[in-house]
């Protein structure tokens, strides 16, 4: 689930839409455990989907990589790498966040 | 309590533990709905702060740039991001959309080549689809070809391109743009066809969605800008800065601020000492050596050192380098007397900047009844520049005239003038506000540039000096090449570019089915007063000194049908001197090389077939080199006969001597001749230097004019004290200087290393010189002076190929150095880049209607259909 609301998020909202997707995954769950790192998994799953649906649709996702990544001066699949951890980084880092707001407003008198 | 050997109660925000006892299924309380197996409490506010910060410095990263990264959010999206442009590297087979404004459905065809066929119903139709492909396949081209020449890099880049911003503004560019437009009829042919390409651009941007965006504004984060009208007019400005800058005054002046004014005047002449004019000359057989005595050099003329000064802004990275005509073309057209076929035959190919994507982009427009043209446009310009109709064909080669002048004026205030003296009255001095700014939009520089009535002035060393040049002046080339691709034979053509096309002035050869060849120099030529050449700084104060017209049109350096069945341009001088009118240009701007190889070629062929003059377009041998290096062996042999037995002498004469003179991609001997060239050139003109660096580099045409006076002065080199140097002992060092460098680098001449496909490359870079997206180090057959050259970094070439055959039915060859796509993920992007570079053209489809195209050769359709949204 939270990998489709991530994937639906980045293609309503962009990259953006995960951050917003990871917050809202860490104040619903606020209390799960690994909340963070199920985010994460999420985004990854998400945005791997993503380019592999370009893929599947013919997109030559390799010359991309190869190409873009050699203009940042890193191997093309350490730039799809970079791409996943990225997102990674922004629905894991807000859900905790998410989760901790949520936990501090629990915890208020 | 559950007996988990921890307490815990309200506020308690240890982590809750299960029951120690009973579990789920046991005896103890049912579980709360929160305090499942996999439960936790929130994070600690730590953890919490850590995540937040973390969050931050992610999405800075995602937002902000980061040193020469553009925000990785927008970058790295999977949606909107680069990812986006694998999807978007092939256009759809099949799309329909509109245009606003469109009068009637266009249909286009992109045939295998990825070449729009475009069949309007109405002529600015035509051109609203020719718009809308051009931005489909080159829209970060179009943008940024109008920034550079419009000065606003910055607007895009930030500060570090202020330099190059402010050249055009300086040259007054934009202004002249402005004026340009502003003398249109906003009803005329021009205005309407440059509104309706803007239409078409338009279109495309305003329905692109930021995941459609080309790569280059993702990486530099920012987003298309809306094309205006007036922007083909400074695209076209930026053709004249390539083609019709500078001119010999300055190196003539920093020449004789070294060896004095007839020394200078020797070596920079006014005319070429080996004429092989374009004109053909009645009872000429062959090029004619016009070599004058060149005068020793002299002391230096202190008062050309201090205009030199003066010419700063067009010294060039390399101006001790032969390279700098490397702008330069080849055309050639045959009669049909001497082709197999019995049809008038015409070959081109301009040499430009190589740059991925191409500065061409291939077309062909269609309204029938109307127009049929089929040819290469400079993205951003309507119209074909080079191709052909169903009646004629035509391409150019630069004439290289000298058309821009240089004043010095008496002004009232050297600080900030505003007032500037002619015939002892005060004018005053326009002035116009330069504002650069970065990429928010902040104003980053100001200039404050200033006007007198010929044109933008500068201010160096003290001095004001305004220019006058025929770039800025108003002229209508987009109507120019309107009417040429409406013309029905070579005379129109002629004719129609003559009427409306000024600057850069072109070498314009036309051929027609009729069988008819022609060819003139067509743009503005000034008429300098009392006779003078312009290749000095003229005296503002007096009117006399101005401008008192333009050649007439009957004047222009031009040739039909001439008897020798053959015309061919290949940036030589027009004319002889005798048959000019006044003074065109000097011997610097001229390249005689390739004009006498393809007259050898043409003079010797009397059954002249497609094949041959594609042949010809890359032919390997060199003028140059047979006639400089008979002069390297017989120095050699000469030392030899003298006693003065060289060892090193004689192995480079004897490995020169085995060279047959064609720079093949496997010869192993032209890497020797072109070094000991430029050994050659340093020894010569070594009075040319100024703190170690050569200033100013005469041609090789008057090297070879030296070569007759092998007892001049010019050939002592003054860093060698007590000896006196002549010809053959600077032939004799530079040959075996030669051998040492080439061995050095190289290694022993068989080793594989000397192989011509190892030394001499074409370099084509991306727009924004992103090695990725360029292709570099291709070898080429080729070298300096051949039909098809390369040299220095090897950016510079040719960057179309065409021949056409004018039979009953026209059939085309051509080819580019890259792709018609833009987009470097695209199969398009270089697809006919290893046509060009072996050589080969490949057949280009003319067809008169949609039908024509069969869909085996369709590789997409775009239906622009008004009714559409």
Known sequence: MVALACAAGTAWLGWVGVPCVGFVYGMLEWRMAARGTAASVGAVIAWAGLLGSELARGADVRVVATQIGAVMQVPGALLVVVTLVFGALLAGTAAVLGAGIRGAFARSP | ?869
């Open chain 2, 1 to 869: 309590m559950p007996d988990t050997g921890k307490a815990f109660g309200p506020g308690d925000d240890r982590n809750q533990e299960v029951p120690a006892k009973g579990g789920f299924g046991g005896s103890g309380p049912r579980p709360n709905r929160y305090l499942t197996a996999t439960s936790t409490m929130p994070p600690k506010p730590l953890v919490t702060t850590l995540a937040a910060v973390a969050l931050a410095a992610t999405l800075y990263a995602g937002l902000r740039p980061i040193g020469p990264l553009p925000p990785l959010g927008g970058l790295l999206d999977p949606v909107n991001g680069v990812w986006a442009n694998a999807g978007t590297s092939v256009p759809a087979a099949s799309v329909v959309t509109n245009i606003p404004g469109l009068e009637g459905p266009v249909d286009v065809r992109y045939d295998a080549r990825g070449v729009p066929h475009i069949f309007a119903t109405s002529e600015e139709d035509v051109y609203r689809a020719l718009g809308y492909v051009v931005a489909r396949d080159r829209l970060f081209q179009l943008e940024i070809q109008t920034r550079a020449a419009t000065g606003r890099l910055t607007e895009l880049v930030g500060g570090q391109a202020l330099g190059a911003d402010e050249a055009p503004r300086a040259l007054g560019m934009p202004r002249a743009a402005e004026q340009k437009f502003a003398a249109l009829n906003p009803r005329g042919v021009s205005r309407r066809i440059m509104d309706a390409y803007a239409d078409g651009i338009n279109a495309y941007i305003d329905n692109l969605k930021p995941k459609d965006y080309p790569i280059e504004y993702k990486l530099l984060n920012t987003r298309p800008e809306r094309w205006r009208s007036i922007n083909s007019l400074h695209l076209l400005n930026q053709m004249g800065l390539t083609l019709a800058a500078g001119g010999p005054d300055h190196e003539l002046l920093r020449a004789a601020a070294l060896v004095g004014d007839s020394a200078a005047e020797s070596v920079f002449p006014v005319h070429t000492p080996i004429q092989e004019p374009i004109q053909p000359v009645p009872g000429w057989t062959g090029p004619h050596d016009q070599f004058k005595q060149i005068a020793a050099p002299g002391a230096p003329d202190t008062a050309a050192a201090r205009v030199a000064s003066l010419f700063k802004r067009f010294e060039g990275d390399d101006p001790g380098a032969e390279t700098h005509r490397s702008y330069a073309s080849n055309n050639w057209a045959v009669a049909p007397a001497r082709t197999k076929n019995g049809y008038a035959l015409l070959a081109g190919d301009p040499h430009l900047q190589l740059t991925l994507p191409s500065i061409w982009y291939e077309v062909h427009l269609v309204v029938p009844g109307k127009l049929d043209v089929y040819g290469v446009t400079i993205p951003g310009s309507p119209g074909v520049v080079i191709g052909f109709n169903r009646d004629v064909s035509w391409t150019f080669t630069n004439t290289g005239a000298d058309v821009m002048d240089f004043y010095r004026e008496t002004v009232d205030d050297t600080l900030n003038p505003e007032r500037y003296l002619v015939d002892g009255e005060w004018r005053k001095i326009v002035t116009r506000v330069e504002q650069y700014r970065d990429r928010s939009g902040a104003v980053i520089h100001t200039d404050t540039m200033r006007y007198t009535h010929r044109g933008p002035m500068t201010h160096d060393h003290g001095e004001w000096v305004s220019m006058r040049w025929t770039v800025l002046d108003p002229s209508n080339e987009i109507r120019a090449f309107y009417d040429a691709s409406h013309a029905r034979d070579v005379n129109e053509f002629e004719t129609a570019t003559a009427r409306s096309f000024w600057a850069p002035a072109q070498n314009m050869l036309a051929a027609d089915r009729t069988g008819s060849i022609a060819i003139r120099s067509t743009g503005h030529f000034p008429i300098r007063p009392h006779g003078e050449t312009g290749q000095f700084i003229f005296d503002g104060s007096s009117s006399a000194n101005d401008w008192t017209g333009y050649w007439p049109v009957d004047k222009y350096p031009q040739s039909v049908n001439p008897a020798q069945g053959f015309l061919a341009s290949a940036n030589q001088e027009p004319e002889t001197p005798e048959s000019q009118f006044g003074y065109l240009g000097g011997d610097a701007d001229y390249e005689v090389w390739r004009a006498l190889r393809i007259n050898q070629l043409l003079r010797k062929s009397t059954n002249v077939t497609v094949d041959s003059m594609i042949r010809w377009q890359t032919d390997p041998s060199s003028v140059r080199a047979d006639i400089f290096v008979p002069y390297f062996l017989s120095a050699a042999r000469n030392e030899d006969s003298l006693g003065r037995h060289v060892a090193d002498l004689d192995s480079a004469a004897t490995l020169l001597g085995q060279w047959d003179r064609k720079y093949t991609r496997d010869n192993t001997r032209a890497v020797l001749f072109e070094t000991a060239m430029q050994q050659l050139s340093d020894f010569t003109w070594d009075e040319l230097q100024r703190d170690g660096k050569r200033v100013a580099t005469p041609s090789t045409a008057v090297l070879a004019e030296l070569m007759s006076q092998p007892a001049s002065s010019w050939w002592d080199d003054r860093r060698t004290k007590g000896v006196v140097e002549g010809r053959d002992d600077i032939l004799a060092k530079s040959l075996v200087a030669a051998l040492h460098i080439v061995q050095k680098e190289r290694g022993a001449p068989d080793s594989g290393g000397w192989r011509w496909d190892r030394v001499r490359f074409a370099n084509i870079y991306h727009l924004l010189q992103i090695p990725a997206f360029s292709e570099l180090g291709i070898p080429v057959q080729g070298g300096v002076g051949t039909l098809a050259p390369s040299s220095g970094s090897g950016i510079f070439g040719p960057s179309w190929r065409m021949v056409v055959e004018m039979g009953p039915e026209i059939r085309a060859w051509g080819t580019l150095p890259g792709g018609q796509s833009g987009n470097p993920f695209s199969p398009r992007y270089a697809d006919h880049l290893r046509f060009w570079e072996s050589g080969t053209l490949q057949p280009l489809k003319f067809p008169r209607t949609a039908a024509e195209l069969p869909a085996s050769e369709t590789s997409a359709t775009l239906e622009l259909d008004p009714r559409s949204r």
